[in-house]
C-alpha cells in the first residue's frame, strides 16, 4: 500500500493543500460558518464531547500481499464531527515516523459513525471506533489502535539542588500574578505570571497541559508560552498533527522551528527540559556570545545548542542580568505543574 501510496498520495506536502485542519470545511457550498468557541480545561467535560475520544493518536501496521509495515494515525479534531487524518509511515513522529510521506485523509462524524475520507472527501472503506482505526485503500489494510503516549521525563523529581517554582498548592505564591486553578484531577498553576526569582544559566523542567478547543484553529488554540529570563520564548500552542514551525509548540517564537513537531493530543501532560546557557556581554554592556538552548519536548531533542540572536517578540531586551520565568496568557485555560530550576554556576 504504502508503495502505490508513496507514488500518489503518501508524499510530504501534500497534507498542506488538502488536510490541514484550516482547510477541512463542512460539504455545504461556501465559507463554513464559524463555529463557537470552546476553552476547556476539565477532563471530565471534554470526555462529554464524542470527538474527544476519537481525537488522538494512534499506531498500527498496514499490509499489502506479504508486505507489511508500520505506521501512525494523528487525528485531529476540527469540531462539529470533523477531523483531519495525518497517516505517517514507520510510525507516530518520534517513535519511527521517517518525516515525510504524510496521507492526506479526512473523516467525518456520520449516522453515528466515523466515516474516513480521502483527499478529495470521498467516502472510502473505514471508520474510527472505539479506540481502533481500520481502512482499506487499494489492496492495502490498516489496522491501528489508540495509544496515549507520555514524556519520558514526567513527573520527574527535582533534584536535592533544585529550586521548585512550582510542587504544590502555596508555590503560586513564588510567582508575580500566581493563582491556582483547580480541576478534578488536581490543583495547577494559572497561566500570566512570572517567577519572582530570577535565573542565569540552568536547566529546567516544566509540565504543561493544553485545553480542548476543537472549533478553534492556528494561534486561536491552547496558546501560551514559556519565557525563560523572560526574554526567549518556547511557545506552547496545540499544535498537534501540524507541521511544526517556530510559533507552533516547542519552536522559539520568530527564531527557530523543532526539528519534529512532538506535541501530544489536547489534555495530554507534556514536558520540557531546557538547558540554557545566557548571552555574555563585555564591561561595556557590548554582546560578545549569543545565548543558547538544548530543548527537549516530550523528552525527544528538537533544538541541539540552538543560538538566540536576539530577544524573542515581547520579550525583555538582552543584557548581562539573569531573568525570571514567564507563563504568557493568551487568554486560553493552558495549566502548569512541577517546575522546577537547577542553576548552572
Known sequence: MFRPLLAGVFVAGLL???????????DKKGAPKKLARIAIAEPTEAAKDPDFAIQGEYEGRYKEGEKEEKFGVQVIANGAGEFTLKMLRGGLPGAGWVGKNVAPFSAVRQDGKVIIRDGKKEPVQ?????????????????LAKKVERKSKTIGAKAPADAVVLFGAEGDEKKWTGGKIVTLSDGKYLDVGVTSKQKFGAFKAHIEFRLPWMPNSTGQGRGNSGVYFQNRYECQVLDSFGLSGENNECGGIYTQHKPSVNMCLPPLAWQTYDIEFTPAQFDANGKKTKNGRATVYHNGVKIHDNIEFPKECPGGQKEDANPGPFQFQNHGDPVVYRNVWVVEVK
Open 126 to 142: 473505514g471508520s474510527i471506533g472505539d479506540g481502533v482505526f481500520m481502512m482499506k485503500h487499494d489492496e492495502a489494510e490498516f
Open 16 to 26: 498542506a493543500t488538502t488536510g490541514s485542519p484550516d482547510s477541512i470545511a463542512q
